[in-house]
């Protein structure tokens, strides 16, 4: 059951962790065609039966013959890691400021609608948690900057053209097929060091607080953000639950089949402390609801089920 059937979308970056789990979603009911230069996307997750185009979003040519037709786009094509941000801002700068307005700009001239994956790192480190969207956007990395310039494209086009465009703000996502690794998510790491018996290791001390969210949840998100009437404006997506990365790695080490050391090393540099979703305003206007608890999310990733409290 998506709520969108019949449609020609194409969702850039749909070969990712996010994308392709949105583009399963989509694939029964409706025409899929990705754009995704395989950067960090894999072509193995990407469903038979899909129009696969490997390209770059700022190929014009590849952008404009992919939008074709296109009714919805679900654009989460960008560069992800805040870290290499830091050590090329204009090649984030390129793919994500840049990358967004090409696809705006091609998606107006087929009336397109557009689905904008935009990120909490628009927030930087907040004032107030839990942040609502009327919280000041004072991004901390190159990464934040060239969101919040997607985020901030994607309303000014609804705006100034009427082109019906929807921003999501993602906050922690996790899943299956999440990488893991340095440019990874938290909880894929984790995960995969608890697999195979070595140490977590938390940079600082723990007590930073994250809103973990689901990736199905997350494609929860932009089913219901392709066919809302409210259009123009970005939506915090996350749980509205926090947890610290001290609590979420004695979790997940409760998960492994041993007993899983906890080890402390370094902040990292410029590391948000606390981020936390107020998502009252995608529950009341596009009736998201998230759906799977952390524990239940966790306990899934690890094949088993979940822990009796
Ligand atoms: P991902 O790296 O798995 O997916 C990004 C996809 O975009 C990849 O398949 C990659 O190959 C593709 N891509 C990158 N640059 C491209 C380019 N120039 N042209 C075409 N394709 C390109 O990351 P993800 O976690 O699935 O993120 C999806 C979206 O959600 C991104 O826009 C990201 O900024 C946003 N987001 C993710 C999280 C999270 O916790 N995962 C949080 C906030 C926001």
Redesign the pocket.
Known sequence: MTGLYGRTVLV????????SHLVDALAEDNNVRI????????RGQVPSGVRFRE????DTAALDAAMDGVDVVF??????SVAESIAMPDRYHA??AT?TLAVLEAARRQDARVVV?????VYGAPETVPVTEAEPTTPSSPYGVS?LAADHYARVYADTYGLETVTL??????GPR??AGADG?VVATFADRARHGKPLVIEGDGEQTRDFVHVSDVVQANLLAATTDATGRAYNIGTGETTTVGELAALISDYADRRVEITYTDPRPGDIRHSSADISLARDVLGYEPTVALDEGLAALFGATAMEQ
């Open positions: 850039t970056g749909g070969a990712g962790f996010v994308g754009l995704d230069d395989l950067s960090t996307g894999r390209a770059d979003i700022l654009h989460l094509a960008a560069a992800v793919v994500n990358g994956a935009s990120s909490a790192a969101k703000r993602y906050f922690n996502i996790y999440q990488r998510g």
